[in-house]
């Protein structure tokens, strides 16, 4: 199927879906969820009746398939109940609220995996709705990976409307993949511990099966999510993908689910930002999971970058999104920071652009670790490449990257490391105009290799302008908005900073006059 025709299917489902629940006076996150079910549910229909087929007895043979032939297979059973056919046949007056509810407690009984996933409330959603979903989804016949696509296009316009806030549901698909493409997780263990949807086990996925790989034999993955209901949809859109995974509900900040795996080869996360309120004596196995002391402040930041460089193994790499603030902050975050690059095992820095997420329109900071580099030639260097004038803009309020300008920013770092670019996706001629030779070479403006004296002359700061510089001509290019947004951010994290050592001070003086 081609790219067009498949996104003008995922533009009219979804046009022709949100009509009918805007007709029905509900908000995206009272009907993202039962919706998300339904698709669901066609997919695993279509996965079913092919594997049906490859399974039909030989004429004359009495044996039929048992749900365990299907499930060995990989394919969720779907009990006749809960197939499209029979409930589209349902008699006049049955509720098919009830019946759907019912096919979906069915699905879980046959497939343990999905034990306490599916949605089983469309009791509470009109039946004419139901009806008329069933029969827009029903003929559509989208196979493959192309039905994940869907899926994944469905999940990303829901936490536009609504549904949470973007970093903490859903993480917008083109900074997965530059993420995913970065790290390069050919083979190996995944770990999440912020899995929100699921959005970065299934784009390494999709980076091994583009490399000709097998991801249920190359790769596993762990999640955590403290969202029992995010959890649930993170595990549908596995199934959707043809993936399958250990994803658990827990506090990352107060649970290690995960304790007994010794090391992860790659670390992916989208982490809530600047979040405040943690409670420090109860984050577990401190001298383990944060190697370089715990922050001080009243700020999540540097928790979670402690703990993603804690759970690597001694060759893992690790790649997240930060706030911009992070790579500048002062205090008790310095002198973790401080360490950090010491290691050598920060490996890349990559500012994007403001507006890449659906609810939040503040810039961001890819962050990239390599333990492995602190033992190489690279140990003394940190390679900052400046995104934010690269981006497709999709509207007025939203951007994202091409593939080819993902291969591109990839490919850069593959020539800083030494080694041979990748073509699949277009950046072929971007990358030879920019790279003669396709030789790595600072270029002012996009990209520069600095040493940890250079960071150390710098304040040790993180921030990629403070190296790239601008490139020629571009000098007084400067969006005031977006300025204004990166002040306000670090204003934010100042204020947070200065609320924690007002509250010290006070209790040490009153320590002092007891």
């Known amino acids: 199927m081609a790219a067009g025709d498949l996104a003008d299917i995922e533009r009219r489902l979804f046009a022709a879906a949100d009509q009918l629940w805007a007709n029905a006076g509900l908000k995206p996150s009272e009907y993202a969820r039962p919706v998300l079910g339904l698709l669901f549910l066609r997919y695993a229909e279509g996965k079913f009746a092919a594997a049906e087929q490859e399974l039909k007895p030989k004429p004359g043979s ?37 019946a759907l ?17 599916l949605p089983k409330n469309f009791q509470d959603i009109d039946d004419s709705i139901l009806v008329e979903l069933i029969r827009l989804l029903h003929p559509v016949n989208i196979t493959g990976d192309a039905f994940g696509r869907v899926y994944e296009y469905f999940m990303g316009e829901f936490a536009s409307q609504e549904m949470q806030k973007g970093g903490e549901f859903y993480t917008p698909g083109s900074l997965v993949d530059l993420i995913v493409d970065i790290i390069e997780p050919y083979h190996g263990r995944i770990l999440d511990p912020a899995c929100g949807s699921g959005g970065m086990f299934v784009h390494s ?25 995010t959890l649930r949809l993170a595990k549908m859109n596995l199934a959707v993908h043809g993936l399958s995974g250990t994803l658990m509900e827990g506090n990352s900040y107060y649970d290690d689910l995960f304790e007994d795996v010794a090391g992860f080869d790659f670390v992916m996360a989208n982490p ?23 922050p001080s402040t009243d700020n999540g930041n540097y928790t979670w970058i402690s703990l993603f460089y804690s759970k690597l193994a001694a060759s893992g ?21 401080k360490k950090l690059i010491e ?10 652009s403001p507006n890449f997420f659906y609810t939040v329109t503040l810039p961001c900071t890819l962050w990239f670790f390599d333990r492995a580099k602190a033992s190489g030639p690279r140990a003394d260097e940190v390679l900052f490449l400046d995104a934010r004038h690269i981006f497709r803009q999709i509207d007025r309020a939203h951007r994202d990257f091409t593939p080819d300008q993902i291969e591109f920013l990839a490919n850069i770092v593959r ?46 700061s993180l921030n990629p302008g403070r190296y790239v510089g601008v490139a020629e001509g571009e000098a007084d290019d400067v969006d005031f908005k977006e300025r204004l947004e990166e002040l306000h951010e670090d204003l934010e994290a100042l204020n947070a900073e200065a609320a924690s050592l007002q509250a010290r001070i006070a209790q040490n003086v009153a320590e002092l006059l007891t």
């Open 317 to 337: 790499r690790a790649g997240f999104v930060m706030a911009n603030s992070t790579a500048d902050a002062r205090g008790s975050e310095l002198e973790i920071r």
């Open 101 to 117: 509810s019912a096919a979906m407690k069915a699905i879980e009984e046959s497939n343990p995996e999905l034990a306490d996933v």
């Open 205 to 229: 996925a999709d980076f091994v099966r583009r490399h000709k790989k097998s991801p249920g034999r190359e790769i596993s993955v762990y999640g955590m999510e403290k969202t029992r209901e």
């Open 62 to 98: 009495r044996l039929k398939p048992e749900p365990s032939d299907f499930i060995a297979k990989g394919i969720i059973y779907l009990p006749p109940p809960a197939r499209f056919s029979t409930l589209l046949a349902l008699p006049e007056g049955e509720s098919l609220g009830k």
């Open 272 to 294: 809530p930002f600047n979040v405040s309120g943690i409670d420090k004596a109860r984050l577990v196995h401190a001298g383990k999971r944060y190697p370089f002391g715990t």
């Open 415 to 460: 020539l800083w490391r030494g080694r041979e670019p990748e073509f699949m996706r277009g950046s072929e001629a971007a990358l030879n105009e920019r790279f003669p030779g396709l030789a790595y070479r600072d270029i002012a403006g996009l990209c520069r290799k600095a040493t940890r004296a250079e960071i150390a002359a710098q304040g040790f």
């Open 343 to 352: 290691t050598g095992a920060v490996d890349v820095i990559v500012s994007i």
